[in-house]
């Protein structure tokens, strides 16, 4: 029987992983990526390429290794926990490599359109036309999985700044800053308070006169490093408290986080306190934000009003004069151009079924991997929608009705739309247990706790208490990897390793038996909760 040919549109991290899962269905993958290099968003470059993701050359990312490895390759144990960008994109050549992933990219070539074969209806093919050196090509595929990404096209809504026009200093978009050098003896003004926003406040701060962190609404700011020194999603994520939380329910919740947030620095004193709660809005997570604005380096300012020949009024009527220069760390925008009207996109809302089908066609061979902005790593995402993916062009899953998919968007929605402000910023917004688990129930390869508390009750406890690894999900089912179970049980090992580079004396503690059964019985308790209600 013929191979179904499957068309993989960007060589990003969705790329990679998209490649390998068709790989893993026996299914055969043609990458097009625009550009001579794998990477996407990870791959620094001085000069920003037009419609590719950009990055500044200080990025460090915001989640742990252990949360954001792949399901079967975990990072090596060396590594930082939070990788600078040029050890993420190490990381990935090396997963390229070694499952043997490049020969399947074709470079330098850009993606034209993708349209409906004449007899869609019953082939579900795609006619896919792509340029390479100034020729163009058309080829025909049994599938489409379009890796693009969300953080090509800069919005820089320039209409909300009266008067920008006239403003005689510097201003760009984030997107294009790259260093802080030609910042040096300058006033700087940067809008918005996302990760960027934050970051790039930081950075400039250590060369400029002084910088202005200007924000509408303010936002609460976490930070990479947990109790005793633990990253903080290692923390955070966990079956357990994932559980405790949703019994305890938002309210409390938010209150909880706020109080150990402000713990940390009181985020009214710093004019930071937002009038959202914790829980309402993506955390800004930067380590030295409170640092910088205790020094007095960064000032954080509200919304501007307007802007002059060589000041910005703010709408609490202060205002700032001998501005240099204005730098908008105001986020991104995503379209399809290439998708002939297949999937609308309004305003960074799109419909698709658990975020990766669209609805309105015949056959469910077009899919989008990675759109999606979690509180979490968005990597073990793209992995298990890639998975699930490829069994369904394979034709092992199914979906639902069209009325069925629409309900659920419809649904999926309205949960997001109670929780989070309205804002560009969280139409993609989702849940990184929820929907992790989610789809993995779809792929077939969801850990049963109550089975391992009696079978395997070691590693039932770490599942339980431990970091929620991607690792499980190679466990067993589709796919399941041998070396999952040790992976799992090691990721401590991991976690200490790059940082334990001087010998001290060890502290360690023994368990008492007694303890370690109400440990077990406790095991089995929960995940007949969790597996039952």
């Known amino acids: 029987m013929t191979k179904k040919r499957i068309a993989v549109i960007g060589g990003g991290v969705s790329g990679l992983v998209s490649i390998k899962c068709c790989l893993e269905e026996g299914l055969e993958p043609v990458c097009f990526e625009r550009t001579d290099d794998i990477g996407g968003l990870w791959r620094f470059q001085e000069n920003p390429e037009e419609g590719r993701a950009s990055i500044y050359k200080s990025v460090i990312i915001n989640t742990s290794k252990e949360m954001m490895c792949f399901s079967d390759y975990p990072i090596p144990a060396h590594f930082p926990n939070f990788m600078h960008n040029s050890q993420v994109l190490e990381y990935f050549r090396m997963y390229a490599k070694d499952f043997d992933l490049l020969k399947y990219i074709r470079f330098k070539t850009t993606v034209c359109s993708v349209k409906k074969q004449p007899d869609f209806s019953t082939s579900g093919q795609w006619e896919v036309v792509t340029e390479s050196e100034g020729e163009k090509e058309v080829t025909v595929f049994d599938g489409v999985m379009v890796c693009t990404g969300h953080h090509t096209n800069a919005h820089l809504p320039l209409e909300s700044f009266p008067g920008i026009e006239k403003f005689k200093g510097q201003y760009f978009h984030s997107r294009d800053y790259k260093n802080p050098e030609s910042f040096s003896g300058k006033r700087v003004i940067v809008i918005g308070i996302g990760n960027s926003g934050g970051d790039l406040a930081v950075e400039i701060s250590h060369t400029a006169k002084q910088v202005f962190l200007s924000t509408r609404r303010g936002s609460w700011i976490t930070n990479r490093v947990g109790d005793h020194g633990y990253p903080f999603d290692v923390l955070f994520f966990s079956r357990l408290k994932h559980f405790l939380r949703k019994i305890v329910g938002e309210s409390l919740l938010n209150i909880y986080m706020e109080s150990k947030m402000n713990q940390r620095f009181n985020h009214e004193m710093y004019g930071l306190k937002p009038k959202h709660r914790a829980l309402n809005q993506h955390p800004t997570i930067n ?102 993916v490829t069994q369904v062009f394979k034709g092992l899953k199914t979906l639902p009705s069209q009325s069925e998919m629409i309900r659920d968007i419809t649904k999926a929605q309205e949960k997001i739309d109670k929780r989070y402000l309205e804002s560009q910023r969280h139409t993609i917004q989702t849940d990184f247990i929820d929907y992790t688990v989610e789809l993995a129930d779809l792929v077939g390869v969801r850990p049963n706790l109550l089975s391992l508390a009696f079978t395997d009750p070691k590693l039932a406890l770490q599942l339980l208490l431990g970091p929620y690894t991607p690792i499980q999900y190679r466990l067993w089912g589709p796919g399941n990897w041998d070396g999952a179970r040790k992976a799992i049980l090691t990721i401590d090992e991991r976690i200490r390793k790059p940082m334990m580079t001087r010998e001290v004396e060890s502290s360690g503690s023994m368990t008492s038996t007694l303890t370690m059964a109400w440990v077990m019985l406790a095991v089995v308790f929960f995940a007949i909760i969790i597996t039952y209600f």
Do not use: H
């Not at 501007?304 to 703010?314: M, S, W």
């Not at 990675?370 to 979490?376: E, M």
């Open 287 to 388: 380590d030295d934000l409170p640092n910088r604005i205790i020094s007095g380096l960064v000032k954080v300012k509200g919304n501007v009003k307007e802007f002059t020949e060589t000041a910005a009024i703010f709408e609490d009527g202060s205002r700032e004069d001998n501005i240099d220069a204005v730098i908008f760390a105001t986020g991104y925008t995503f379209a399809f151009p290439f998708l002939d009207d297949c999937i609308k996109v309004v305003k960074n809302k799109v419909s698709l079924y658990k975020k990766v089908f669209p609805t309105n066609l015949e056959k469910p061979t077009l899919a989008i991997i990675g759109l999606v902005q979690p509180l979490g790593a968005t990597m073990p995402i793209s992995e298990l929608q890639g998975r699930w």
